[in-house]
C-alpha cells in the first residue's frame, strides 16, 4: 500500500481603488477590457439612484450581455436565490471569459459573490459597493455566504474579488441606520486591529469630509486583511452573540446593531472572565455609545434559545461555543485555536444575567433601531 501526500497553494488578489469622483473617474483602472462581456447583478435599492449611471461606466469599457436586479433583504440570501442565479448565467451563456459585476450592499454582494466562486469553479468577479458596510466589511477579504433557512452564512467560500471600487458619493443617499450598520463593522476592526482607525471614526463622526472617509476606509482594510491572513474568521468579535440575535429576531434586527450589542456582551463575558480589566470593559462599552452604536436589546430574550443558536456558530464545535474576545484595543486574545470555548450551561448563565441587566435592556428597542 502507498500513501501519497502533497499541498497545492493557490494565491489570490485583489485591488481596491477608492475614490469620492460623481463620475466615477478612477472605475477606468478597474481592468474590465481584460474580459469578453460583463454581467451585471444589482441591488434594487439602487436601480433609481445611479445604476443608470454606473451601467453607462460599466458598457464604456465592456460590452454588458444581461442584467439583473434582486431585492436587498435577507431573504435574497437564501440558497434557493443561488440556484436561480446559477440558472440565469447558465441561460445567457456566461463563461469563464465574462465578468460578473456585483453592485450594491451586503446582501448582493455575499451572495453574488458566492455565486460567482463556485459557477464554473470560479468566474472573475468585480465589486462595487453601494453602503458603508459593503465598502467596509463585504467587499473586503473574499468572504461569500449565502442561508439556509435561519442558519446565516451557513454555505460559503473565500473568494476574492479582481477589484474592488468603492466610491463614496455613493454613500450620499444612505440613511442613518444604515451608516451606523457600516460604523459597527469598522469600530469592531479598529477595536480588534488599530487604535488609528477609532481615531479617524472619531474625526469623521465630529466633521464628515470625503477624504477623511477615504482614509478611514484604507484603514479598515488593511486591518481587515491582516486579520484574514491569521484565519477566516478572527475578525469576528461581537458575531458570536450577534449572529444569534439576528436569529432569534428573524432578522428583524439588522446585522450591525446585533453586533455593536454583541461585541458589548462579549466585553462584559470577558471581564467576568477577567480577560478585560474592568476599567478597559466600561471604557469600550463607553466608546461604542459615543460612537451612536447600539448597545442594548429587548427584554424577554431567551437566554437558552439564544444559546442554542450560538451553537450553530461557524466558530462552534458541536458542544462548545466559540467566541473571539480581546483584552484591550487592538490586543485580540491569543489562543492556540484561535477562539475562547465555552460549555452552553455556562453560557445560558451568563445570558441570564445579561438579558436581565437593566442596563442594557430597554423596551421597544428592536422598533427603535428600524429607524
Same mark, same amino acid.
Request: hydrophobic share 45%; charged share 20%.
Given at each position: 500500500?502507498?500513501?501519497?501526500?502533497?499541498?497545492?497553494?493557490? #494565491?489570490?488578489?485583489?485591488?481596491?481603488?477608492?475614490?469620492?469622483?460623481?463620475? /466615477?473617474?478612477?472605475?477606468?483602472?478597474?481592468?474590465?477590457?481584460?474580459?469578453?462581456?460583463?454581467?451585471?447583478?444589482?441591488?434594487?435599492?439602487?436601480?433609481?439612484?445611479?445604476?443608470?449611471?454606473?451601467?453607462?461606466?460599466?458598457?464604456?469599457?465592456?460590452?454588458?450581455?444581461?442584467?439583473?436586479?434582486?431585492?436587498?433583504?435577507?431573504?435574497?440570501?437564501?440558497?434557493?436565490?443561488?440556484?436561480?442565479?446559477?440558472?440565469?448565467?447558465?441561460?445567457?451563456?456566461?463563461?469563464?471569459?465574462?465578468?460578473?459585476?456585483?453592485?450594491?450592499?451586503?446582501?448582493?454582494?455575499?451572495?453574488?459573490? /458566492?455565486?460567482?466562486?463556485? /459557477?464554473?469553479?470560479?468566474?472573475?468577479?468585480?465589486?462595487?459597493?453601494?453602503?458603508?458596510?459593503?465598502?467596509?466589511?463585504?467587499?473586503?477579504?473574499?468572504?461569500?455566504?449565502?442561508?439556509?433557512?435561519?442558519?446565516?452564512?451557513?454555505?460559503?467560500?473565500?473568494?476574492?474579488?479582481?477589484?474592488?471600487?468603492?466610491?463614496?458619493?455613493?454613500?450620499?443617499?444612505?440613511?442613518?441606520?444604515?451608516?451606523?450598520?457600516? /460604523?459597527?463593522?469598522?469600530?469592531?476592526?479598529?477595536?480588534?486591529?488599530?487604535?488609528?482607525?477609532?481615531?479617524?471614526?472619531?474625526?469623521?463622526?465630529?466633521?464628515?469630509?470625503?477624504?477623511?472617509?477615504?482614509?478611514?476606509?484604507?484603514?479598515?482594510?488593511?486591518?481587515?486583511?491582516?486579520?484574514?491572513?491569521?484565519?477566516?474568521?478572527?475578525?469576528?468579535?461581537?458575531?458570536?452573540?450577534?449572529?444569534?440575535?439576528?436569529?432569534?429576531?428573524?432578522?428583524?434586527?439588522?446585522?450591525?446593531?446585533?453586533?455593536?450589542?454583541?461585541?458589548?456582551?462579549?466585553?462584559?463575558?470577558?471581564?467576568?472572565?477577567?480577560?478585560?480589566?474592568?476599567?478597559?470593559?466600561?471604557?469600550?462599552?463607553?466608546?461604542?455609545?459615543?460612537?451612536?452604536?447600539?448597545?442594548?436589546?429587548?427584554?424577554?430574550?431567551?437566554?437558552?434559545?439564544? #444559546?442554542?443558536?450560538?451553537?450553530?456558530?461557524?466558530?462552534?464545535?458541536?458542544?462548545?461555543?466559540?467566541?473571539?474576545?480581546?483584552?484591550?484595543?487592538?490586543?485580540?486574545?491569543?489562543?492556540?485555536?484561535?477562539?475562547?470555548?465555552?460549555?452552553?450551561?455556562?453560557?445560558?448563565?451568563?445570558?441570564?444575567?445579561?438579558?436581565?441587566?437593566?442596563?442594557?435592556?430597554?423596551?421597544?428597542?428592536?422598533?427603535?433601531?428600524?429607524?
Amino acid at each position: 500500500m502507498t500513501i501519497l501526500s502533497d499541498a497545492i497553494t493557490e #494565491t489570490q488578489e485583489v485591488r481596491f481603488i477608492l475614490d469620492a469622483d460623481e463620475e /466615477f473617474a478612477l472605475f477606468e483602472k478597474a481592468g474590465l477590457s481584460a474580459y469578453r462581456r460583463a454581467v451585471v447583478v444589482a441591488d434594487s435599492g439602487i436601480e433609481a439612484l445611479f445604476l443608470e449611471r454606473v451601467i453607462s461606466r460599466i458598457s464604456d469599457q465592456i460590452p454588458i450581455a444581461a442584467t439583473r436586479v434582486i431585492l436587498a433583504v435577507e431573504d435574497s440570501k437564501d440558497i434557493s436565490h443561488v440556484v436561480a442565479l446559477v440558472q440565469w448565467l447558465t441561460k445567457i451563456k456566461a463563461t469563464r471569459a465574462d465578468v460578473v459585476i456585483a453592485v450594491g450592499g451586503g446582501v448582493v454582494l455575499d451572495v453574488v459573490s /458566492f455565486v460567482a466562486s463556485v /459557477f464554473m469553479r470560479g468566474i472573475p468577479l468585480v465589486m462595487i459597493p453601494t453602503t458603508l458596510i459593503g465598502q467596509a466589511d463585504a467587499s473586503t477579504a473574499g468572504k461569500t455566504c449565502v442561508n439556509v433557512g435561519k442558519d446565516k452564512n451557513i454555505v460559503g467560500s473565500l473568494y476574492l474579488p479582481k477589484t474592488v471600487y468603492s466610491n463614496v458619493s455613493l454613500l450620499r443617499t444612505t440613511s442613518a441606520h444604515s451608516w451606523r450598520q457600516g /460604523f459597527s463593522e469598522i469600530v469592531k476592526y479598529g477595536l480588534l486591529g488599530s487604535a488609528r482607525l477609532l481615531d479617524l471614526v472619531k474625526e469623521y463622526l465630529a466633521l464628515p469630509r470625503d477624504p477623511i472617509l477615504i482614509t478611514l476606509l484604507e484603514e479598515t482594510i488593511r486591518v481587515r486583511l491582516s486579520l484574514r491572513k491569521i484565519h477566516p474568521l478572527v475578525s469576528n468579535f461581537g458575531h458570536t452573540f450577534g449572529h444569534a440575535i439576528e436569529k432569534y429576531t428573524c432578522f428583524e434586527v439588522a446585522h450591525g446593531d446585533a453586533i455593536a450589542v454583541g461585541m458589548v456582551m462579549a466585553l462584559e463575558f470577558s471581564a467576568q472572565k477577567g480577560i478585560v480589566a474592568p476599567e478597559t470593559k466600561s471604557r469600550l462599552i463607553t466608546l461604542l455609545k459615543n460612537y451612536g452604536l447600539n448597545t442594548l436589546v429587548e427584554p424577554g430574550v431567551s437566554a437558552e434559545k439564544l #444559546t442554542e443558536y450560538m451553537l450553530t456558530d461557524k466558530k462552534s464545535s458541536g458542544n462548545r461555543i466559540g467566541l473571539v474576545l480581546i483584552e484591550d484595543i487592538a490586543k485580540p486574545l491569543q489562543l492556540e485555536g484561535f477562539f475562547y470555548e465555552v460549555n452552553p450551561e455556562e453560557m445560558v448563565v451568563f445570558c441570564e444575567w445579561f438579558l436581565n441587566n437593566p442596563h442594557y435592556t430597554r423596551l421597544g428597542r428592536w422598533k427603535e433601531l428600524l429607524a
